[in-house]
Nanobody, 124 residues
């Protein structure tokens, strides 16, 4: 059973940076397509970034140029470097894992495993 545990959230002033981590265990495959999603209060969960089995990445337009998704060489830890944070980046951030053939798209379908989330707050 795949388990995902996020960490690194917190409160940071606008313009600041945070790096989120997602520790993975119990992988079925050697690599997975991985994604970061977020949910703001009263809003739908939305895709932020994903990285596929070939290290290709996709970003939401709202975070392009500010966020970077990456993995360690073993594929056991997923990261999200978030720079130039804005109040609208506030939300619960979740990492998710799908099978290696899952396309790197920012919809939730096909991501079978989810972490519990880590809160990011950027006060306005």
């Amino acid at each position: 059973q795949v388990q995902l545990v996020e960490s690194g959230g917190g409160s940071v002033q606008a313009g600041g940076s945070l790096r989120l981590s997602c520790a993975a265990s119990g992988y079925t495959y050697s690599r997975h397509t991985m994604g970061w999603f977020r949910q703001a209060p009263g809003k739908e969960r939305e895709g932020v970034a994903c990285i596929d089995n070939f290290a290709s990445t996709t970003y939401a337009d709202s975070v392009k140029g500010r966020f970077t998704i990456s993995q360690d060489n073993a594929g056991n830890t997923l990261y999200l470097q978030m720079n130039s944070l804005k109040p609208e980046d506030t939300g619960m951030y979740y990492c998710a894992a799908g099978p290696p053939w899952r396309l790197c798209l920012l919809n939730q379908e096909g991501f079978f495993y989810w972490g519990q989330g880590t809160q990011v707050t950027v006060p306005s």
